[in-house]
């Protein structure tokens, strides 16, 4: 019999719009072919146009480009300007998977001290309304079966 998650309850998170996610040391952000025909679309470029000029190949996959500011290594698209003292997605309705998951990775979520460190990084956790474990479980379970159960490094 599977125990129970020790989020079982759910837990509290709001997005703050800081983008420590979409910042910080070098990582990731994984794009499948799918995602990448969609962010071209919107860009109005060829998906070869948008591989080429956003993305660079990593032994994990393909992965969006990063660039330095003075919080870290940004998401290139990650726009700091448009909405002052925020920091917003470009793409949002087309940001990858990785994105769209966040902060429910596998890795997140394995222990209670895995989510209180993600917490030093992130201050949206445990703020806002709780999250119920149903809606985690989506979340989670869509990036465990894109990457397997480790998730991923942002």
Do not use: H
């Amino acid at each position: 019999m599977a125990r129970a998650e020790w989020y079982a309850e759910g837990l509290r998170f709001e997005c703050t719009l800081c983008g420590n996610c979409c910042s910080g040391p070098p990582g990731y952000v994984l794009v499948t072919d799918e995602e990448a025909a969609a962010i071209a679309a919107r860009l109005g470029l060829s998906v070869a146009a948008f591989l080429r000029e956003y993305t660079r190949q990593t032994p994990q996959g393909r992965s969006l480009n990063e660039r330095q500011t003075e919080a870290g290594m940004d998401c290139v698209f990650l726009d700091r300007s448009t909405v002052a003292g925020k920091a917003v997605c470009s793409l949002y309705e087309e940001r990858p998977l990785q994105c769209r998951t966040f902060p429910w990775w596998p890795e997140n979520l394995r222990d209670r001290r895995g989510w209180e460190r993600l917490g030093r990084m992130c201050e949206g956790v445990n703020r806002g309304p709780t999250v119920p474990i149903v809606e985690i479980r989506v979340q989670r379970d869509a990036q465990r079966a894109a990457t397997g159960d480790g998730g991923p490094s942002r």
